[in-house]
């Protein structure tokens, strides 16, 4: 088929000299790297691992915040020491 195609200077200069370096011509230059480049698109990458969440067991149930851990362990130790000193009373 055959179209016209508007290229960047860029990209016509390194494909002119991938075809001299080929010795190839610039129309199958062209038409391979378009062909690499659709065929990149269209095949997912396996070279990237998929993300996976890995969770964590805890000991502690959920809904436990256990950044007000010394906080519950301030309030039972004062709960103890009100059991003693009613004890002794």
């Not at 436990?64 to 009373?89: I, M, P």
């Amino acid at each position: 088929m055959r179209t016209t195609l508007t290229l960047e200077p860029d990209l016509a200069t390194k494909l002119k000299e991938l075809a001299r370096q080929k010795k190839s011509s610039f129309k199958q230059e062209v038409n391979d790297a378009i062909r690499a480049g659709l065929a990149a698109t269209s095949k997912p990458s396996s070279k990237v691992k998929p993300f996976r969440v890995r969770p964590f067991y805890s000991a502690f149930r959920p809904g436990v915040d256990t950044g007000k851990l010394n906080q519950l362990l301030d309030e039972l130790d004062a709960e103890d020491f009100r059991a003693e000193v009613e004890a002794e009373s």
